[in-house]
């Protein structure tokens, strides 16, 4: 036992003193990492004008996102990533003149983005929070420029012939020089409780006209000169019947609005600056009324359409502000906005489902009767309904229009239809990621494999003899080009089946449109995805949000006939109290196995360390009014849960009042929610910390699937020291009230930082410190007995590092070598949390040089090998950290033996080795999280990070040790041992011979 | 000898060495006269052979101590860290006595060979591969054995002292303990900020 230790140290320091950065070479880039770009939700996008002669769309993304995207294969010609804090309100396409120099001028004035390419200025002169962006969206001479403005409540936008783009923003009008940049003129709505509903520009006048509702009853109009931002009319009219929700532009100067029954259509009409009202009730319109109505926006001239229900209706108004109903439609229908085509004519497009497929249609805005365009595409069903249109004409060889058109679904992926296919699709929900989990891979037997992998003998040779060549220097560029490729794209790496080293697994992944996604680990290809029943907009659950995913079943003992699953978790709305919703998915297949709509709600999801029969892991369910509901509901989860009844406690964190509870249960659920699975908590303990001077602000526990190898940890001398590995061990962090704020919002005195290490079972505080002069925001990560948070120090204008490590002082006198060579000692036997504990703690600060967005650490299968932190920068990539730098007992002069366990000189600040990050060259924009998975092989980890892109690649925090690398060469080892064999049996029948020679003499 | 032997032949070559069984001498030959046949000349010889064979016996049981001079200095050397060069040093100072001691086993050996029966009353005695040569009747090698072993003895020692002091003996609770896993808890607590 002792050699083995002491080979394994031997190991670790050999190589960990040989090499301590990890980094690799250009060629293996590629290798075991994937990076992957997406965009998010499309909220606008704007075709570029057959004028310029690119195919190109122009889209803006509800992850802030804008992207130009090849129109022929849907890949991302050129992106920009904006921060949370620059949302796109739109973005519009200004054809001529917005000046170069000026902007690259503003670029440089302005530094408030280092992250734009050339031809990106920022305009922020003039006037408070409205920032345009301005983009050039070819390259930088080529004069078509991309505008895209932000912080707007309702926006609208306008391009002139001289260029003035005019902007509504945050209850102000505005006219910016598309030139300069300068406000030519303002107006201010801000002042007169207007809540604006829509600015409208008659085409070809100098007249702006600015609708909207003063007060639930109403109706106003402006009218304003485009040129010098005067003021024409200003006229208002009440209707007795309220409005409600928006209005819908069919004229230039008639808009249709709904009252606030929902029941009756409004024609208003400001002609001349007369304001109009005229009634229509839905029901003479259609016969049977369904409800209450809602109009769906759009902007074509003459056409509206409102929704009851589930149906559809579209409206034609005449030029005499006659309504008549043109279509009724049981089927999901959107409409697109108009698209000019020659003539001053508008074409418009209508997608409706049904079945299997969509009907797109396309027709001109005084025609209805009419299809320029009539198409039926085979859709997934798994792509939901469709949200949005978008189309665009071209000109067909035969003088015809054709149009194409890009739809956004309900999965947030967009697609982009031609000629009755899709041309491309992209799957930009992966741009928004909640939570992600793993699973393994099937186990490999005939006729599980997916993939056909299996290569002839002479291939085989063919690609160890390039090796061969490549390792005796003897290949030609060719040769080396060909051994790249085939390194590339080892068709092993993306088999469908577990491999020996644990490195392919399938990543489940849950985004924000209720969307499961299994990814392979091997390239990042797209296994399955699956739109959730549970988490779609239903009768029941009007605002589905999806929460979280754990693994239900995980089989071992039926590895080979027993799929595994994850079960989904979501709710019905933003309130606590709103239902949840659970979901259960196979893993290798993507069903939904089963869904469930709860009726109490979902606080919380305690995954129980125990698993029944089938190996269906139990899991605890809090709702919000604090009783606990067993899964899964079988009379064998009972059992196994009653036995382990009175060891089961929870703990809640209330962050806004500052209060941690810990609770117990207390038996079965009486009264109206009585249940066989509903059981009574009672409270224990509580944390109350005082409001003025503490807030929380975060909180981490150990991932609760982390193995810790040992307890014990030999320093220098041979001494011991034992770790305090609970898994019941709660991180808190507060700050001062005051200081919650941002960064430097106030001085280093009123500010501090207090961080808690807690005992979730009975609330015992077991550490505290205090940090003067410190703010948040905090970053943590906990493992094995450690944290380590991430801070920001106010005195010294940086951001710091802490770790803390807590070790138990109860069992350092276990040192009689004796008792322990017999195994007659407590170490490992069961302990209570209720015993008294007798900790110590060691911390140790750093100066870190990078704000961070997200920690996360390394784990591997048995938890020898040494661990590293990863951090996500503030540039969204991922730098690993060994944590031996993070280690309290470093000193500036440590000792001999300290020096050979491997202690650090202390520093004052961590070092950023350019060569440790994990993503090398590439960036993992907007980066939200990084997940990590130990690999079946001990020395390697699977990392994750995810944020608008997706970033996979393998860790060995100590290299790999156990072993041989990928581009080991069998070939030559073979050729070599044959050579050897084949060197005995002649060596050996020469030396016979000799002997009998010499015998004969 | 055991009831399922009835008979045996010994096909081993006793010429050169007194037989060890109860056979008789071929007619003629008289082990006793050989024994008997010495002259003075040739006593006086003998003496002065033994004599030559005590000294070379203790010279050869001395042996070991240069060898032991030889190991501690070269320990000395090799430092106390874990490193290819102080390892090789201790495994070869715990190799050479070892081997050296394997010899008793190989003079056991070679002992029961020759003296299964004669020695089987006799007094506890051993014997070794090296001392071979200097064997006598009239020689006493116990001393020099005792010494022998003894010398090797201390170099096995100062090898096992090597080894504790690089670490590589479990002599330290941290041996034992480096390796236990952490103790399971029995209470279990989830939760966390509500989702």
Same mark, same amino acid.
């Given at each position: ?12 320091? /050999? ?152 902007? /509504? ?189 969509? *009907? ?5 805005? *005084? ?90 003998? /002479? ?65 990042? *290809? ?133 209060? %941690? ?315 070599? %041992? ?24 | ?195």
């Amino acid at each position: 036992m002792a050699i083995r230790s002491f080979l394994i140290f031997f190991i670790f320091f /050999f190589f960990s003193s040989l090499n301590p950065i990890l980094s690799l070479y250009e060629d293996q880039v590629g290798l075991v990492d994937w990076h992957q770009q997406y965009l998010g939700k499309v909220k606008q996008a704007v075709f570029h004008t057959h004028k310029t002669g690119r195919k190109r769309v122009v889209v803006s993304t509800e992850e802030n996102v804008v992207a130009s995207l090849d129109l022929r294969q849907g890949e991302i010609f050129w992106r920009h990533v904006l921060g949370s804090n620059d949302v796109i309100d739109g973005i519009d396409i200004a054809l001529g003149k917005c000046h170069y120099p000026f902007i690259r001028r503003k670029y440089f004035e302005s530094m408030e983005s280092s992250r734009w390419a050339d031809g990106v200025g920022i305009f922020s002169s003039g006037f408070k929070a409205l920032k345009i962006i301005v983009i050039s969206a070819e390259s930088v001479f080529n004069g078509s420029w991309l505008l895209m403005f932000s912080d707007g409540l309702i926006t609208n936008l306008k391009i002139e012939k001289d260029n003035i783009v005019i902007i /509504f923003s945050n209850g102000r009008l505005n006219a910016v020089s598309c030139i300069d940049g300068e406000v030519l003129w303002e107006k201010d709505f801000e002042g007169e409780s207007l809540e604006v509903q829509h600015v409208i520009q008659p085409t070809g006048s100098n007249l702006i006209y600015v609708v909207g509702f003063a007060s639930s009853s109403l109706f106003e109009m402006y009218q304003i000169n485009a040129l010098n931002g005067e003021l024409l009319k200003h006229e208002s009219a009440a209707f007795s019947g309220g409005f409600l929700g928006e209005v819908s532009p069919v004229f230039s100067e008639t808009v249709v609005a709904l009252d606030s029954t929902g029941l009756i259509l409004l024609t208003i009409s400001f002609q001349n600056g007369k304001i109009s009202f005229q009634q229509m009730p839905i029901s003479n319109l259609v016969k049977d009324s369904f409800g209450p109505a809602k109009i769906i926006p759009s902007s074509i001239t003459g056409i509206f359409a409102i929704k009851m229900n589930a149906v559809t209706i579209v409206i034609r108004v005449t030029n005499e502000n006659k309504l008549e109903v043109v279509e009724k439609t049981n089927h999901e229908t959107s409409i697109s906005d108009a698209l000019s085509i020659s003539e001053g004519q508008q074409a418009f497009a209508l997608v409706q489902h049904a079945g299997h497929e969509i *009907h797109l249609r396309v027709k001109l805005a *005084h025609n209805w009767d009419d299809n320029l365009l009539k198409e039926s595409v085979k859709m997934d069903q798994h792509r939901g309904l469709v949200h949005k249109i978008y189309i665009n004409n071209y000109i067909r060889t035969d003088k015809s229009y054709g149009f194409r058109a890009l739809i956004v679904m309900e999965d947030h992926s967009l697609l982009l239809l031609q000629q009755g296919e899709i041309v491309w699709s992209r799957e930009d929900s992966l741009a928004s990621i909640i939570d992600v989990t793993t699973s393994e891979l099937p186990v490999e037997r005939d006729g599980v494999s997916v993939a056909k992998v299996e290569h002839n003998l /002479f291939e085989w040779l063919k690609g160890h003899m390039l090796k061969l060549k490549g390792t005796l220097m003897l290949a030609s560029p060719q040769d080396i080009a060909a051994i790249q490729s085939m390194r590339l794209k080892n068709s092993e790496k993306s088999k469908m089946t577990r491999d020996h080293n644990g490195f392919r697994k399938l990543l489940i992944v849950l985004t924000r449109a209720g969307k499961l996604f299994a990814l392979h680990t091997g390239d990042g *290809h797209i296994v399955w995805s699956h739109l959730l029943q549970s988490l779609q907009k239903s009768k029941v659950c009007q605002h589905p949000i999806g929460l979280n995913l754990y693994k239900w079943q995980v089989p071992h003992h039926h590895a080979m006939d027993e799929n595994p699953s994850v079960l989904v978790i979501g709710k019905c709305g933003p309130s606590s109290g709103a239902p949840g919703a659970l979901s259960f998915v196979d893993t290798y297949t993507g069903k939904e196995l089963s869904s469930l709509s709860l009726v109490h709600s979902v606080a919380q999801v305690i995954p129980l360390p125990y698993t029944d029969s089938t190996e269906q892991r139990l899991h605890l369910l809090i709702d919000a009014d604090k009783y606990a509901h067993l899964y899964p509901k079988t009379p064998e989860a009972i059992s196994i849960f009653e036995r382990e009844f009175s060891n089961i406690y929870w703990y809640s964190v209330e962050d806004d009042s500052g209060i %941690i509870k810990g609770h117990a249960l207390r038996g079965k659920c009486t009264g109206e929610v009585a249940d066989e699975v509903c059981f009574d908590t009672r409270e224990l303990w509580s944390i109350v910390f005082p409001s003025e001077s503490e807030k929380i602000i975060a909180t981490v526990i150990r991932k609760q699937n982390e193995v810790v190898h040992t307890q014990a940890k030999v320093i220098a001398d041979q001494e011991v020291i034992y770790k305090y590995i609970s898994r019941n061990l709660l991180f808190v962090a507060t700050v001062a009230l005051k200081g919650s704020g941002e960064i430097g919002s106030v001085t280093p005195e009123e500010s501090w930082l207090v961080a808690y290490l807690i005992d979730t079972v009975t609330g015992r505080i077991l550490h505290r410190v205090t940090h003067h002069g410190s703010q948040g925001p905090v970053h943590a990560v906990f493992s094995e007995n450690w944290v380590v948070y991430h801070y920001f120090n106010l005195k010294a204008h940086r951001y710091e590092m802490s770790v803390i490590e807590i070790y138990d002082q109860s069992r350092a006198d276990n040192k009689d070598v004796w008792k322990l060579v017999l195994g007659k000692h407590n170490l490992t036997s069961p302990i209570s949390l209720y015993s008294r504990p007798d900790v110590i703690t060691k911390s140790q600060s750093y100066f870190f040089t990078h704000s961070v967005k997200a920690i996360a650490v390394t784990s591997t299968t048995k938890g020898i090998t040494s661990k590293q932190l990863l951090i996500g920068t503030i540039g969204d990539q991922v730098l690993a950290l060994d944590k031996r730098f993070l280690d309290p007992r470093r000193t500036v002069n440590p000792t001999q033996a300290e020096k050979e366990e491997g202690i650090i000189p202390l520093t004052d600040s961590l070092p950023i080795i350019p060569q440790s990050y994990v993503t090398h060259a590439l960036r993992v924009e907007g980066l939200r999280g990084i997940i990590t998975v130990p690999a079946k092989l001990e020395s390697t980890t699977l990392v994750f990070a995810h944020g608008v892109d997706l970033f996979f690649t393998q860790l060995a925090p100590s290299r790999t040790y156990d072993s041989l690398t990928d581009d080991f060469n069998y070939a030559l080892l073979l050729i070599t %041992i044959v050579a050897l064999v084949a060197a005995i049996f002649v060596t050996w029948t020469l030396s016979e011979r000799k002997e009998l020679q010499e015998n004969w003499r | 000898m055991g009831a399922g032997r009835r008979w045996a032949v010994d096909f081993s070559d006793n010429s050169t060495a007194p037989s060890s069984r109860d056979i008789p001498d071929p007619p003629g030959f008289t082990r006793a006269s050989v024994d008997q046949d010495d002259s003075a000349v040739s006593r006086q010889k003998k003496d002065a052979e033994a004599n030559w064979k005590a000294q070379k016996a203790w010279e050869v049981a001395q042996a070991p101590f240069k060898n032991l001079l030889m190991m501690g200095f070269m320990m000395w050397m090799a430092g106390s860290t874990v490193h290819l060069f102080s390892i090789g040093i201790t495994f070869s100072a715990l190799w050479q006595p070892i081997s050296a001691l394997q010899g008793v086993g190989k003079g056991k050996l070679s002992y029961d060979f020759y003296f299964s029966n004669a020695v089987d009353s006799s007094k506890f005695h051993f014997d070794f591969a090296v001392f071979e040569p200097y064997k006598d009747n009239k020689v006493d090698l116990l001393g020099p054995k005792l010494l022998f072993i003894a010398l090797n003895l201390g170099g096995l020692a100062l090898g096992v002292w090597k080894l504790n002091t690089l670490g590589l003996l479990p002599t330290h609770a941290s041996d034992w303990v480096s390796s236990l896993s952490p103790a399971q808890e029995v209470e279990y607590s989830g939760g966390g900020i509500p989702l």
